[in-house]
């Protein structure tokens, strides 16, 4: 005979934590929690396989279901030393489904399964409290009805809202015993007159019908939904758990309460929670009364206060991290109805990982496990401070929430162009820069900016882009915002309705982590890694946040097996991607090289050039810039790799479109307006990701990339003189056709040798591609003939893979993330979508190792630093992943866990 | 003993034409001439084999070869009664190169090979000419040093400017034989100077270099770029061709001349043809004597003529196709040098198949072989009066070569806007619109003009894919233009260097089919197929043309085996398509519709829409004319399937951007311009191609995608109750993922069994999506699981496959195809690009048909009426292609020939 039903209680269970499959998370975990010995109120789960059963024989049960239900009433009953249904000592229960991922849309939770007339007299007599036993009563009829027998809640509530009128109580606990007796039976009324049959009174039938809504709740619509939606597939089906009830609310010597195993917010070990006497769970968090700090119980209930630390103790021990425990305490006795792993801040991932394994607890790699790799951002920005920003919040302060662009807490005056920004800057203020969308025009306003906010755009549009890259604070694609340039203002529809206008002056503050717009200021604190480690202003040993934070990351480098490099345009950069952990360049835009100040006239004179004469004559000019950047790159970079990618962009970014900026270009040049504007109109592309831009400008004009590829040579042999070890690698970027990458080389390596003919030194180097056009992932085998590595450019890849711009995308693929459009559960642009452009990236490597086995292949687009797409990227054989400087960190630990989960 | 060398001579050939790959195309020609008793000069052919050993032996020759040489020389000497290097009857050969595929880049011809200081006499006494020996013999030196010794021409040149100098000689023919006699001997020093050894006397030396040399030539550079660009692989090498010289300008009875056995332009069936007496091949081309027609060569040569008619028929019966023929009298003998398949123009082309059956000469099948799919266009357009077209380049009044983007000829004044082109064709003028790039704003001003010229875009840019749907001839992507509207002028830069200024109603020309575009007018002649099939200004049997046409079009559509649809937006071009053999609709753009005068005001109105509540009202007033339109499109489709896409492109296109359509729409809606200008601000995407169209569209506003499946579905309901055969499709654009589809269907299905219901009624159809994403053809065993049709969309997914904006990619995709950069050799927009694109659709029909066998599968890009393309999708197992409906007669004998090479 096949074991169905699975007993917990009396200090055993028959199942364990590793059964999830068969009795579900929360089965499996009572049944964990009984065998170490802790007070789990006693019952049995219903497994998985019944559920199965059920739908494979049309609704119908395995024949000796009933025999193994009885059998496991029967050992609660007399665990508990009560019986179910008897009159006067009666054991009521709870009924919960409980699969093995948790699943919203399936049915909730049945409590006070037993109650009928017969029972509640038991009930009263041994809790001597006739309001708490028929308060209990209509609560179990209001919850039978509408969770079992699917009656509209609202229905029950028109009753309740009568009788309260009648009787003239203004609150639920204005009515006395008797009237709450009156309650029950207009209930049952009720519930014949819509369900068509009488409440069921008898217990085993209340039972079996709780049982039977669990299972029928499996294929509800939402929850087909909800696991089509989370890709959840290969379940049996749900599991039932049937567990005797407790009651925290019999009196004096009862209570409830809630706690974590240590500080779920700044990490410290000690015991953190709050409780309620004479309470019930949903008191606890409902609000209406102010819970106690855990640490009181211990002169409420000095034994229990003594037993519950014990608990403390062993859940930590058993399962190895913070626990987030829910306990119930009736006439005195302790049980504990669940635990789970305790949610914590990024700081206290780190405090506690680092103190558990000095405690002896875990080892490094279980605690390293436990860090959620985004975590480390935590340590690493501007935060808000929590009192003020928990005010702001209870102010109702919230305007809008949209993409966490760029982590970290800002705080300043709205202002909504880049000029006036760095005039308000100069003038001692703050400001938040506001744009519809950002461009390379606005990069002088948003390095000065507190906080970045956009109207439009997505995780890897140019201001996210941006404001990662220098690690300013970003909210971007807030469809809620309306901006008025004209009147310098915006207005905003929060989610209560009331649109609120701002203007410029006006004071908001965002924070990137969440994606959260708040009105007025809210206060923040400094990052001590950030002081310790970049600023200097802090000394190592004053910080503790800083020991934890050095300590994970050796671990996790210790682990880690893919490399892991920074993409970084200045020594400035590089040097700081050194100190978090970078073991190279994956990419340095040489685009953002020429928007310096004095040589972006040079730039423009390139481009504005007539005829090749004239553009070599400008490309002259910004040889010895280049030049110089990359010895300052090379000079950080001592040791490491350090690739290079040729000029990118389209033209036109470079060329002004604003009155003030070509006023300012005449003047610099003196080339006359005219000239501009035809070159702007010229330049101007309908779709400028997919013009003229990439390896496509140095075909057309190959003298860009031969003094590009003179720069990075002439300053690899300049520094190699000095003694430094310089590792350059040539990357050409947007190449779809193995013809493109032969005749950029074709230019490139005779050049290099009569370079190294000039310096008289030779230098290692390697020339190689971007991979981020699909069609160069599909001929990956041809152009591996020429490339020595690839690196995959997934922005443009996730781009063209999807024909989704990164700058217009934002506002629709946040409509695809709606619940009730469910079409996406993640945006691509964050997270590497490994159905589709994960497949290109497969086959790109499988196709480019079988012509060149020891191709050296990273990725440098903006997923190089999300934690799934970095152990993708190790899953499928990558060399290295390479994301901003401040993304190294997560990188090291997502690497790690891709190691750890080898 | 290995075979290596082929005789051919006597009436028999060792070889056949089946033999390419060993002999070459031209050898395996000579040989096969040779057998069936033309009179070829004889010869012998060293094999592709040699070719092949030289490379892997180190540049050595078998050991077998020498001797095999001096017998093939041997049986030549026999037939021609001469002696190779004799002093009294000598014998000159020729050398030329000749692999399996003709192949630029390699050596050409040597001639005169064996002549010397020794056996000029001997040829003196032959042909008693003394002059055209010593001319000969110089020719020879300077072949031989600049072709097989590399010594460069110019050399040769200034030694024989000096001797016209010294001798007071105008132009080369003023020189006596004596002073040949001196060049030749100057000659011989400038070689021995030059080379470092004399020039080498001895005729058998004479042939072994220049066979070295031709093998030498297989590995040049230029012919191994030749054969990577055209992807010629799995050649042996080269075969090297020895063939006797024999001299038409011998004297009186000596001549030479080309012919065809038919003629070229028109087809009909006289021989046609030049001929010069006492003359070489190259003064019939070179232009200093005048020819003269061919049949005057019975007069002269009466024999010699007979036996050239002759000639004509034994090549026609064997060839079974049109011969384009070189021949040489020598001294009364006539002598067939080469043979190969006459080009021809499209007319011709129909004309010569037909009668060719008719003949009795081929089979339908192999008459069918010899049509190019594209010439049928010839019989569909106007075209240019040949004269008038002759004199105009006669003249030099071309301007320029672009894409010949849309097919046919237009001459009319030049303008540079829709609205003024309207204006001037009001005022009863002709006119070419010429702009940067066309738009949907631009639309009433293409429907009136001549021809469209643009300036930027490909061969899918907006103006393109209009000007073929309406059959108006296009040249796109003209860079060599510069349109400044402001002063209604475009300047050209002609190839010759010189800029014209064109102003608003100066006249040009242009040729759709050539991509020329020309100065001043040149006369146009209908089409008569046109007017008898569509415009039923002609009847059937005036038309002989029309009549071919028939019979052509009758056999196409039996061999075919891919279905071949159309795509049309309007009941006429539907019903078109059906007279130009379409079998459905393969793609109704529905967005089309909107952009009439009586409902776009409608559009903008939902598009201005500030709630979904105004939105669906304004569709409810856009429903009717929905609903009528496809009425209207099924009636014309009786019987046959048509496939209905739903909107596509970005609402910003319906939105007016310039003054004095927004002031229409204020005008017409009364919604404030205020609002409109806020729109378009809104709606702007930066890379609209990429952004929020297509599904997405339906997905954010499927209040839009169910007015569409409204109107598509009560249409079918209604016309199927008038007794039409009506087979819906819907397709749904730009699907990269199952979710968007499967949301669209839960909206879509449900709708359309309220129709069936209300209409009481139900029809057959089908729901299905365009493959245009990468992602949808990486997915599509996904798609498939929602899709019960695919359709391939090639101009967006070659679009994101490379990364190329069909509106901006055209100048780099011309520069890619220069020959000097030699990326691409035919536009990717133009031609299905087999590698990347062809990859995805492989990979898309493979899995979608993995998930639905019966998966229809279709394409409606613009490569489906183009003739590789089609045939690519006849090999993959697609069920139909689809095209524009003059494109639909090219598509269906480009499926024919994809079936006669199956």
């Keep these: ?500 206008t701002l203007k410029e002056g006006d004071v908001i503050s965002l924070d990137g982590i969440t994606g959260e717009v708040f009105e007025g200021p809210i206060a923040t604190m400094p990052s001590e890694v950030i002081q310790v480690l970049i600023d200097g202003t802090m000394k190592a040993e004053e910080s503790k946040t800083y020991q934890n934070y050095v300590k994970i990351m050796e671990w996790a480098n210790e682990f880690k097996k893919i490399g892991v490099r920074t993409n970084a345009d200045t020594p400035r950069d590089s040097d700081y991607a050194v100190r978090f952990g970078a073991e190279g360049i994956g990419l340095t835009r040489t685009e953002h090289m020429f928007f310096g100040e004095d040589r972006i006239a040079f730039m423009q004179e390139m481009i504005l050039a007539e005829n090749e004469e004239t553009r070599r004559a400008a490309l002259e000019k910004l040889l010895p810039f280049q030049r110089e950047d990359f010895i300052g790159i090379f000079r950080a970079m001592d040791g490491y790799p350090v690739t290079i990618r040729t000029l990118d962009p389209p033209l036109h970014e470079f060329v002004p479109h604003e009155e003030k900026a070509i006023a300012r270009v005449v003047e610099k040049t003196g080339i006359p307006k005219e000239k501009i504007l035809a070159a702007a109109e010229r330049l101007h592309e309908l779709n400028p990701m997919l013009g003229h831009r990439g390896v496509r400008l140095s075909v057309t004009y190959p003298e860009i990339a031969e003094m590009q590829v003179r720069a990075i040579m002439e300053a690899a042999c300049i520094v190699k003189k000095e003694g430094i070890d310089v590792k350059p690698e040539i990357m050409i970027p947007l190449v779809g056709h193995r013809g493109e990458l032969r005749f950029i080389e074709k230019i490139a390596r005779p050049l290099i040798e009569k370079i190294f003919e000039e310096q008289e030194i030779k230098v290692d180097y390697l020339f190689g591609t971007m991979i981020e056009v699909p069609r160069g992932a599909i001929t990956a085998d041809k152009v591996a003939e020429v490339a020595e590595f690839f690196s995959y450019g997934t922005n443009d890849l996730t781009q063209m893979t999807y024909g989704f711009s990164r700058d217009d995308a934002g506002p629709f693929i946040q409509h695809y993330q709606k619940k009730e459009v469910g079409i996406f559960d993640t945006d691509p642009f964050a997270v590497i979508d490994e159905e589709g452009v994960g497949f290109l990236v497969k086959l790109g490597i499988e196709r480019g190792r079988k012509t060149r086995p020891d191709l050296k292949i990273g990725i440098c687009g903006e997923h190089g630093g999300e934690p799934n797409s970095v152990k993708f990227c190790a899953r499928v054989g990558m060399n290295y992943v390479s994301c901003s400087p401040r993304r190294v960190p997560v990188a090291i630990i997502a690497a790690a866990h891709a190691a750890l989960e080898e």
Tied chains: 1, 2.
Excluded at 54 to 73: F, M, R
Excluded at 352 to 359: K, S
Excluded at 455 to 470: D, E, F, P
């Design 1 to 500: 005979m096949s074991k169905f039903v699975y007993f917990f209680g009396g200090g055993k269970g028959e199942g364990s934590k590793e059964m999830k499959a068969l009795l579900g998370g929360k089965g499996a975990n009572l049944a964990e929690m009984t065998s170490i010995g802790l007070p789990v109120p006693p019952g049995f789960t219903i497994s998985t396989e019944v559920c199965d059963y059920y739908y494979k024989h049309d609704n119908t049960y395995p024949p000796e279901l009933d025999t193994q239900i009885d059998e496991a009433i029967a050992r609660v009953e007399k665990v508990m030393g009560r019986k179910f249904g008897d009159p006067e000592n009666p054991l009521f229960f709870s009924v919960r489904s409980g699969a093995a991922q948790s699943m919203p849309g399936m049915m909730d939770t049945v409590l006070n399964l037993g109650m009928n007339e017969e029972t509640l007299p038991g009930f009263i007599r041994l809790t001597g409290n006739e309001r708490l036993a028929w308060d209990s009563y209509r609560r179990f009829i209001n919850m039978f009805g509408s969770v079992v027998m699917g009656l509209e809640h609202h229905h029950f509530e028109e009753v309740f809202d009568g009788l309260k009128k009648e009787v003239g109580a203004e609150v639920d606990t204005d009515l006395t015993a008797e009237q709450l007796k009156e309650l029950c039976s207009r209930y049952s009324a009720l519930y014949e007159k819509h369900v068509g049959k009488p409440f069921p009174r008898e217990p085993r039938m209340q039972l079996l019908h709780s049982v039977d809504a669990v299972f029928g709740s499996w294929m509800k619509p939402s929850a087909v939904t909800y696991r089509r939606i989370n890709r959840i597939t290969g379940l049996l089906g749900t599991a039932v758990n049937v567990q005797t009830m407790v009651f925290g609310n019999m009196g004096e010597t009862s209570g409830t309460g809630v706690a974590f195993t240590r500080d779920p917010a700044t990490g410290e070990n000690v015991f953190y929670g709050e409780f309620l006497m004479n309470a019930q769970g949903e008191d606890v968090v409902s609000g209406i009364r102010t819970p106690r700090e855990i640490s009181e119980l211990g002169s409420e209930m000095p034994d229990n206060y003594k037993q519950l630390l014990d608990v403390r103790q062993t859940l930590e021990k058993h399962y190895k991290d913070i626990q987030d425990l829910e306990f119930t305490i009736e006439n005195g006795t302790l049980f504990i109805l669940q635990t789970r792993n305790g949610k914590r801040t990024g700081f206290a991932a780190f405090r506690i990982a680092v103190e558990m394994v000095e405690e002896g607890l875990t080892t490094p790699q279980e605690a390293l496990k436990q860090i959620e790799p985004d975590g480390v951002t935590h340590l690493l920005v501007r935060l808000f401070e929590p009192k003020a920003l928990a005010e702001a919040r209870k102010e109702g302060r919230r305007l809008a929430k949209a993409l966490n662009a760029g982590p970290g807490a800002a705080s300043g005056e709205v202002v909504f162009s880049a000029d006036r920004a760095e005039e308000m800057v100069n003038s001692g203020k703050k400001v938040v820069l506001c744009r519809t969308e950002t461009s390379p025009d606005d990069i002088h306003g948003m390095h000065v900016s507190e906080g970045i906010l956009t109207q439009r755009g997505g995780m890897t549009s140019h201001a996210a882009v941006v404001a990662r890259q220098i690690g300013t604070p970003c909210v971007a694609g807030c469809s809620e915002l309306d901006i008025d340039y004209g009147n310098l203002s915006m207005k905003v529809k929060k989610d209560d309705g009331r649109t609120v």
